[in-house]
Every structure is written in C-alpha cells, then in structure tokens.
C-alpha cells in the first residue's frame, strides 16, 4: 500500500515541479526583457553624445557638405536664388598639408569687403541664437558665416590680368585654358576689347598676387561677384590663404547630379616653373 501510494504522489508531483520550473524561466526571460529594455535607454544619451561628438569632429575637421544658393559657378555648380541647388562635400584635410593651386574649386570666409552684403542667419533671440549655434557646430545647421565657392585662377606671387586678344586671362603673361567657362562678358577685337571706348566686362588687371593670397573667379564669368569685383581694396580682391575653408570635392545631391567636381591644373605657379 505504501509503494503505490508512493508512486502516486510522485506521479501528482511530476506535473507541477514542471509548471514550476516553467513559471520561473518566463518570469527569469520577463526580467532579462526588462533589464535589456532598462539598459538600451540608459545608453540611449550616450549613444546620442557619442554621436554628435562625432559629427562635431567630422564637420570642424575633415569635410562638410555646402549647399549652392547661386549660378555663379555655373555649369560646373549649380544653383539659383530661391531654388534647390547642388549639395557638395568640401573636405577640410588637403589644404593642411599642400596650398590651393590654381584650377581648384574651394570654398572660403568672405571678409572684409567680400563680407559688405552678408546678412546674418542667426536668430536675435539669445535663447534660439544659442541652439542655432549648436546646431550649427554638429552640423544640423548652417554656419553663421559668409562661405562662398569659386575657382583658384592664380597664387602669391603671380600677376593675373584679362584679355589677351582672344579674351582669355592671362596669369604670368600666358593665356589661362579655361574649359570650364561657358558663359562670359562679350569680347571683340577692335569692337570691344579693352582698348575700346566701350570696354568689355571680362578686362580687368594687371594685378599682382600678394603672398599667401589666392585670386578667385567663378566659372559663370558673368554673372560672379569675385576677386575682380573688389580690385582696389587692400589686397585688390585676392582672399587670404587662412580664410580657405576646404577643397570642393563631390556633388553628392541631388543623385542625378552625382560625381567629383572638376579641378585641372590650369597654370603651375611661378615658382613650380623656375
């Protein structure tokens, strides 16, 4: 009698040492839920620190991407007033180790006279100027200074001038071969050149280069507010070295537009010659 009742209770207890060992792996797998659920929102805001630290070193060090508000640099760039222009990706690196050359695109800070019509972005409530300021430094928003894109036509040390009698820019006396240049000022020997009463839009010059200076010129000749337009002030147009933001190296928006930004070697410095 005492076996069976034995065996009995052990078959009783079979089912329910299972329902308990059952219940506690769902009750162990809600608590491991829980603790991977607690764990993820509490690495959340360093995940988010990790990555704007990130993208702060990225933008102030390595490249940034632009976006173009004009035709100036035309067909190379394009863009309009009030329209969606090409985004491209200046990056930051080439310029820590070598100079610009001429033939570069680049993107600089426009100072002093290149500076006369730039109007802040910035927000006059103390509050949003704030977080427009970080934003700005992650790269969420634009930065509150005036960047502008054109192309290296010559260097310190060089003398650049327009026109030979086929209209082209001299730099150094040689002709510059510009096959970037698709729209400019009309230019005709003898109709109007430069020795005209009526002088064409593209002479300007001589101007020598100061040192550390790069003269500037956007490839839609007219229709560009550069080095030319500020001939006369202290450095007769040509921008400082130190205001160089980066190298313009890729169309990145939009997609159809995709692909690296032309750059030839349009004329070796003078001391590269000698």
């Known amino acids: 009698m005492t076996e069976p009742r034995g065996a009995d209770e052990g078959q009783g207890d079979e089912p329910a040492s299972k329902t308990e060992t059952?219940?506690?792996?769902?009750?162990?797998?809600?608590?491991?839920?829980?603790?991977?659920?607690?764990?993820?929102?509490?690495e959340l805001p360093i995940l988010i620190l990790v990555a704007l630290v990130l993208s702060f070193v990225i933008q102030t060090f390595i490249a940034r991407v632009y976006l173009i508000p004009s035709e100036s640099m035309q067909p190379t760039l394009h863009g309009c007033p009030g329209c969606t222009g090409d985004r491209i990706l200046v990056?930051?690196?080439?310029?820590?180790?070598?100079?610009?050359r001429p033939g570069d695109v680049l993107v600089f800070r426009g100072t002093g006279?290149?500076?006369e019509d730039y109007v802040?972005?910035?927000?006059?409530?103390?509050?949003?100027?704030?977080?427009q300021e970080i934003g700005s430094a992650v790269g969420i928003v634009p930065p509150d200074?005036?960047?502008?894109?054109?192309?290296?036509?010559?260097?310190?040390?060089?003398?650049?001038?327009?026109?030979?009698?086929?209209?082209?820019v001299l730099v150094d006396g040689r002709p510059v071969e510009e096959p970037y240049v698709v729209s400019d000022f009309p230019y005709t020997p003898g109709q109007i050149d430069c020795d005209t009463d009526v002088r064409s839009g593209r002479c300007f010059g001589p101007v020598r280069?100061?040192?550390?200076?790069?003269?500037?010129?956007?490839?839609?000749?007219?229709?560009?507010?550069?080095?030319?337009?500020?001939?006369?002030?202290?450095?007769?147009?040509?921008v400082p070295v130190e205001n160089v933001v980066g190298k313009a190296r890729w169309i990145i928006l939009p997609p159809a537009r995709w692909g690296s930004i032309s750059a030839p070697e349009i004329q070796e410095p003078v001391a590269s010659r000698e």
Not at 22 to 42: H, L, M, Y
Not at 91 to 100: A, G, I, L, Q
Not at 145 to 168: H, Y
């Open 113 to 115: 006279p290149w500076a």
């Open 209 to 238: 280069i100061p040192e550390d200076h790069i003269w500037m010129m956007g490839d839609n000749r007219n229709q560009s507010k550069d080095s030319r337009w500020y001939v006369g002030d202290e450095s007769d147009g040509a």
């Open 145 to 168: 200074e005036n960047d502008l894109v054109k192309r290296v036509i010559a260097v310190g040390g060089q003398t650049v001038e327009c026109c030979d009698d086929d209209g082209s």
């Open 120 to 131: 802040s972005t910035r927000s006059e409530n103390v509050v949003v100027r704030g977080l």
């Open 91 to 100: 990056e930051k690196v080439s310029y820590r180790f070598s100079d610009p």
């Open 22 to 42: 059952a219940d506690r792996q769902d009750a162990a797998a809600k608590e491991s839920s829980k603790k991977d659920g607690g764990s993820f929102w509490r």
